[in-house]
């Protein structure tokens, strides 16, 4: 038996969501508006470390329109706190509660919230609320806070350093000891947050007639939320259902759980009414996780002829207030250590990382986790490695990248990789770029006196996964599975309900396009439901890149389970051999007699009619569940390269040129996939460039408007050249890799050292991003930079 | 505080009334008071552009005008953009070159689009990059949207 149909999987389809997004009929939390419904606002704490000496909601909770105040105490009674746990050695547990209980670790932190007959009033409530703080030291430093003498944020773990995790194969100190030539520097990230464009925000509403609690939730990851909620508010998880419906951008921002969520829960069970909070900006960039945030001191020893022989590190991660749930304080530090060898073979190896308590706002995952920060640090150290060899650095990465002979790998950090192109993306970005011509326009570029800089970043990431090993390093959660419901209805039509969830990369196309194909169906035919617990079967969500890989293989699964019986069926309706059948455009034939067929809508009539229809002893119906757990996972990889030019005036960076090459494996969707890689890397030229979360020292953030945090507008990214390598995954069903996150892995490296390519001959190295004018200027051998310092 | 009072204004075409407290800024009257909910509010202080509508034919950041402000002027949102049921030049055209993917900014980028082609109905790519960096967009990386104002552009020419 096989399928006719036009190949779905590969084809340019545009996207079945688009049609309700363009005309304005989405439906996000904030356009679900129930009878009776309250709207929350949240107090938040003006000060980054104090202790509550009294809180007073008398005032507030006699404005008229005000139906409850609730404070860190009452909540605390309605809810457990959250506790993100972990399984590794060097790990402190520690409490994030709702709202504040006792003391306030970051300006921002919620403290009590108002409930009130509308948001406006809500905020009324916010200010006649009376808190007396006692101001405690702030910790605002990653470093200082692991002196002796800082502020202890959390009492209960004794230290501010949270959490450590060593990987070492070989014998770095030998190597790096013995070689030829030795890079070092000391690399710093700033701290970064995603701006989804839709704030965060949920709606509750709890039927007690039934006993449901119903959260709709901006959230990537409903099926996470629901798991953990039922266990906070000691409800069985049956009468909990979490949707996600549209969603206004994730970018792993909203794939963690929220104090917000907990309380708008607790307080519509509390008040019997639907209850509603949408974030506004203020709150979006004071509360929602930050990212990136790490200096990370790194030396990469090679021989002479350029052969890599050892790298070490030392990773410390600011991971702001609270240990997030339930990826922990661990995902970035540990996930830097995990990918910083990158596509490269590295023999020795010795990585240690620490993740360091601050009053900040948590760090959480945001696009790359980890990711962008190691590609920008061994990025960083081979081009430094390049010139000093004399070597041209396209050529170093060639020669020391894992090679097909060298497949399955496993990286220094206990990471296999499947076979990908890591050569072949860099060879075709090479030729994509035309290479040697950029070279002669820079050389020519300089003889005028431009600054004109070439740069390149080779990178692999793990995605898709499985049960291997969890998504976060040491978190007990299980990540490893997806699931999909194959349903036929009696007219022919297909529901595909997935637990994942999508928030802006298609998925509703995507799968549709790979259970249509598997089941031989038109795309029409198929619709995808997904981000509703009570309707999908059991799954956790979208995040680190598994939605096509895990959700994909679910959907072929159960696709195939619902053709395979739809072919007995049909042999049975026909009295034909199920081998001789061929299906086409939703019509199951034998093959070379087109007119002895029948419809999908008459097979599943039958199925539905029941015994008197069906071969003997077949069971009625026609759907299928099946899970998919692709167990390690598999690569993604791509080479970027970057050509820029920096002013000499104004030290501003102005991107020429823009080349991707990736290798996703199997592609589902080219308009999507070149979409994710669009919008990747501009969010990795913003991180390059302008993008940067500040706090002073006394933890107060200065970068709480989109004035101050400066992300890319249509400026800032000239138009990309996406070029696809596609090696499809030997491990993963359907061939599919993940694609999500790269563009941000390899853009703020490949930026990084075009910049430092451009400058090369004044010796400046490029350490720190952003490349903000401001630092470049610093930087200038003439400017006295070095005298008036920076901000550690 | 003032207490409410009443506005008319004709939005998408056809009259409308309100009765709105002074404070009440238009997104939220659009949203609230009107159930328009296509038109989204992602910033709240005029940096995004999410929350665009044309106002009396220009565009206009709804959450940085109180909805007293809009009485007797005419409103266009996301909603009014496709006549019936036949979808505007420039959303066939988004949704044609992938110029949205969350679709959170789609409605402010439609209608900053829209106002900007009848200033400019022949722009170059860098006027459009230009005048779209009015809104944000997190999600595309402007590319789409940008071939999708360029393959729109002559199709609203012809239209005129």
Avoid at chain 1, 375 to 382: C, K, N, P, R, T
Avoid at chain 1, 511 to 530: F, S
Avoid at chain 2, 131 to 158: E, F, M, N, W
Wanted: charged share 20%; proline share 6%.
């Amino acid at each position: 038996m096989e399928a006719l149909t036009p190949k779905l999987v590969g084809a340019r389809v545009k996207r079945l969501e688009d049609r309700r997004l363009l005309t304005g009929q989405g439906s996000y939390v904030d356009d679900f508006r129930p009878p009776g419904l309250l709207h929350a606002a949240f107090l938040r704490s003006p000060h980054a470390h104090a202790r509550i000496v009294r809180l007073d909601p008398a005032a507030a909770r006699a404005l008229p329109g005000v139906a409850a105040v609730a404070t860190g105490a009452e909540i605390a009674r309605l809810t457990r706190p959250v506790r993100a746990l972990s399984k590794m050695k060097e790990y402190r547990v520690t409490s994030f509660p709702p709202l504040a209980l006792g003391k306030v670790r970051f300006a921002g932190e919620a403290v009590a919230a108002v409930v009130a007959a509308s948001r406006y009033v809500a905020e009324d409530g916010l200010d006649r609320i009376l808190v007396d703080y006692e101001p405690l030291p702030a910790v605002s430093h990653m470093e200082a806070a692991m002196g002796a003498g800082a502020a202890l944020l959390h009492e209960e773990t004794g230290s501010n350093l949270l959490l450590a995790r060593e990987f070492a194969t070989g014998d770095v100190d030998s190597a790096i000891a013995g070689a030829a030539v030795v890079v070092r520097e000391r690399f710093r990230f700033r701290r970064h947050t995603a701006v989804c464009l839709e704030n965060r925000g949920c709606l509750a509403e709890y039927h007690e007639g039934t006993g449901l609690l119903t959260l709709r939730s901006a959230t990537q990851c409903p099926g996470l939320v629901r798991d953990i909620l039922a266990d906070l508010l000691d409800l069985p998880e049956h009468r909990i259902r979490v949707i996600a419906a549209d969603v206004g951008g994730g970018f792993g921002a909203k794939s963690s759980l929220y104090p917000e969520e907990i309380t708008v829960a607790a307080l519509a069970l509390w008040l019997r009414r639907p209850v509603k909070w949408i974030s506004d900006r203020r709150e979006d960039l004071l509360a929602t996780s930050q990212a990136w945030d790490e200096i990370v001191e790194a030396e990469l020893a090679l021989g002479a002829d350029g052969t890599i022989v050892g790298l070490r590190a030392e990773v410390t991660a600011d991971v702001g207030a609270y240990s997030i749930y339930p990826w922990t304080a661990a995902i970035e530090p540990v996930q830097t250590i995990s990918f910083l060898p990158g596509p490269y073979r590295v023999p020795h190896y010795r990585a240690h990382a620490r993740g360091v308590t601050t009053c900040k706002a948590p760090m959480g995952p945001y696009r790359g986790v980890g990711r962008p920060v190691a590609a920008f640090v061994m990025e960083g150290l081979m081009d430094r490695a390049a010139r000093l060899l004399g070597l041209d650095p396209t050529e170093l990465r060639l020669r020391n990248f894992i090679r097909p002979e060298d497949f399955p790998y496993k990286s220094p950090s206990g990471i296999v990789w499947d076979r990908a192109g890591f050569t072949e993306t860099m060879l075709r970005a090479r030729e994509t770029l035309g290479y040697e011509a950029a070279r002669a326009e820079q050389a020519q570029a300089r003889a005028e006196g431009r600054w004109i800089g070439v740069g390149f970043a080779s990178y692999v990431e793990l995605t898709g996964i499985g049960s291997a090993i969890p998504v976060s390093p040491g978190m007990p959660v299980a990540t490893g599975t997806e699931a999909a419901t194959v349903r036929v209805d009696p007219s022919g039509t297909v529901t595909a309900i997935f637990g994942i969830a999508s928030h802006g990369q298609g998925l509703e196309t995507s799968l549709a396009q790979v259970v249509a194909e598997e089941m031989g169906l038109p795309l029409e035919h198929v619709r995808v439901v997904h981000g509703d617990t009570a309707l999908s079967p059991y799954g956790t969500g979208t995040y680190a890149s598994r939605s096509a890989v895990l959700a994909g293989g679910a959907g072929i699964l159960a696709g195939r389970a619902v053709r395979e019986k739809a072919f007995t069926i049909a042999a049975h309706l026909l009295e034909a051999d199920p081998a001789d059948l061929v299906v086409n455009g939703g019509r199951v034939a034998v093959r070379g007699t087109p007119d002895r067929g029948v419809t999908f809508r008459e097979i599943a009539n039958a199925a539905y009619s029941g015994a008197r229809r069906l071969p003997r002893g077949m069971e009625p119906g026609l759907e299928a569940t099946r899970f998919y757990d692709p167990y390690f996972g598999t690569a993604s990889s791509a080479t970027h390269a970057a050509i820029v030019e920096v002013d000499r005036e104004t030290y501003e960076v102005t991107i020429r040129r823009y080349v991707v090459v990736e290798d996703c494996g199997r592609i589902i969707n080219p308009l999507i996939v070149e979409g994710q890689v669009h919008g990747g890397v501009v969010q990795g030229a913003g991180a390059a460039l302008l993008e940067e979360v500040v706090y002073d020292g006394a933890g107060q953030l200065l970068t709480g408007t989109l004035m101050d945090y400066l992300v890319p507008a249509a400026t800032l990214v000239p138009t990309m050249e996406v070029h696809h390598v596609e090696t499809p995954s030997p491990t993963a069903l359907g061939g599919f890799r993940g694609m999500g996150e790269g563009g941000t892995i390899g853009a703020p490296a490949a930026i990084a050292n075009a910049v430092a390519d451009a400058l090369s001959p004044l010796g400046i190295e490029v350490s720190e991003l952003p490349i903000t004018p401001e630092r470049l200027f610093r930087a200038m051998p003439d400017s006295g930079g070095a005298d008036r310092g920076s901000r550690a | 505080m003032a207490g409410p009072r009443t506005i008319h204004l004709t939005v998408n075409g056809a009259p409308r009334e309100g009765w709105v407290e002074p404070r009440k800024l238009l997104v939220d009257f659009i949203r609230e008071d009107l159930g328009l909910t296509g038109t989204h509010v992602g910033c709240e202080h005029g940096i995004c552009g999410a929350c665009t509508v044309l106002v009396n034919g220009e565009a206009a950041r709804s959450c940085l005008m109180l909805a007293v402000q809009a009485a007797g002027a005419e409103v266009l949102t996301v909603e009014g953009l496709a006549r019936d049921g036949t979808l505007h030049p420039l959303q066939e055209a988004f949704w044609e070159h992938h110029g949205l993917q969350c679709g959170f900014c789609t409605p402010g980028m439609l209608l900053t689009a829209c106002d900007f082609l009848k200033d400019n109905p022949s722009p170059t790519e860098a006027e459009i990059r230009e005048a779209l960096s009015a809104v944000l967009c997190r999600c595309t990386g402007y590319q789409g949207i940008i071939k999708a104002v360029q393959a729109a552009a002559p199709k609203l020419r012809d239209a005129r």
